[in-house]
């Protein structure tokens, strides 16, 4: 790919991010070093407003699986929304979950990007460092299919952050390893409670429902959730 140009193609409505099988954003200012099997995840409009509009606020409410596309865009890119809250208003549902239990063989519409990333070499991690408050709602129908991938679930990589009040429900996540229902790989200290994964979850090593793995020095916390 050295010299190469990649061209993104447009489809009203959508917007696409290539990555690498490690889940890595490429981009034009990329090393590439070896050779690379990329793929294209199209998914719901990013819509940022809702960030944008008041960036220095320490609690930010999202209503519609755009803004949560908005919200993955912002940490994945850097925000990690250290100090700050985020709440889910509603449910949001990320596809039509009409049989969601065949999503293995039968995919829907739409392949959800996870929550933070960990990229390798770990160069830059952009994990999410907040609270994450569901306030009792869910985030249904997520769809992730990446059996080489890693940090795979709604969060994909949380650091010193907290998870409370939110369920995933009729979602199917399938990683290679790191993967989890609510997160893929957690790190330092991270609290879990009141939430719940009601979906599938597949992969080669750790995983788990609510949390694939926990790394390193921190302790994961975990209460009145399943």
């Known amino acids: 790919l050295n010299g190469a140009t ?36 199209w998914t719901f409009v990013a819509v940022l407003g809702w960030f944008n509009s008041n960036q220095n606020a320490s609690v930010f409410d999202i209503s519609t699986a755009e803004q949560l596309v908005g919200f993955a865009h912002l940490v994945n890119t850097g925000t990690t929304f250290e100090g700050m809250t985020v709440r889910l208003m509603n449910d949001i549902f990320l596809n039509d979950t009409t049989n969601w239990q065949n999503w293995g063989t039968t995919p829907p519409a739409n392949q959800w990007i996870p929550i933070g990333a960990l990229p390798r070499p770990e160069l830059t991690h952009r994990p999410f460092r907040g609270t994450f408050d569901g306030q009792g709602h869910s985030v249904l129908g997520i769809y992730i299919d990446r059996p080489t991938a890693l940090e795979q679930g709604l969060f994909g990589y949380v650091y010193g952050g907290t998870i409370q009040n939110v369920g995933v429900e009729a979602s199917f996540v399938r990683g290679q390893a790191n ?19 009601a979906g599938m979850v597949r992969g080669q090593s750790n995983i788990g429902g609510l949390v694939g793995v926990h790394w390193g020095v921190g302790t994961l916390s975990i209460a009145g959730s399943h």
């Open 6 to 41: 990649i061209v993104f193609p447009a489809i009203t409505g959508y917007s696409a991010e290539w990555r690498d099988s490690n889940n890595n954003l490429i981009t034009a200012s990329s090393l590439v070093t070896a050779d690379l099997t990329l793929t294209a995840d």
């Open 179 to 197: 993967t989890g229902g609510l997160i893929g790989k957690s790190r330092s200290i991270v609290t879990i409670t009141n939430s719940f994964n």
